[in-house]
Nanobody
């Protein structure tokens, strides 16, 4: 059974840090394109970051560049999202998602929600003073 489980969310003050984890079971994460998405109340789900299957190239939305880092630990079958210098606008439910092969246009398409087949249940991140 394919399953993704996120953890690591919580409440932090602006400027704080959190590291989210996405652990896979039933498949090997290293064989998949992995994305982190988030959804704030009343807003559409949006792509935050992704890591490619082919060569672990990473992608980020502009607003998190320099603050967030995505990485894999193949031994633990886990993908991480390290978040620093958090802002109130980062508040959302964060989801990880996987797709075995999005294709050569992955660098352009990585942020599209509908391209991912498997999703975790989400973890809440709240940034507030």
């Amino acid at each position: 059974q394919v399953q993704l489980v996120e953890s690591g969310g919580g409440s932090v003050q602006p400027g704080g840090s959190l590291t989210l984890s996405c652990r896979a079971s039933g498949f090997t994460l290293d064989d998949y394109e992995i994305g982190w998405f988030r959804q704030a109340p009343g807003k559409e789900r949006e792509g935050v970051s992704s890591i490619s299957r082919a060569d672990d190239t990473t992608y980020y939305r502009d607003s998190v560049k320099g603050r967030f880092t995505i990485s894999r630990d193949n031994a633990k079958n886990t993908v991480y999202l390290q978040m620093s210098n958090l802002r109130p606008e980062d508040t959302a439910v964060y989801y990880c998602a996987a797709n075995q092969f999005i294709g050569p246009n992955f660098p352009v398409l990585w942020h599209i929600v509908d391209l991912y087949d498997y999703w975790g249940q989400g973890t809440q991140v709240t940034v507030s003073s």
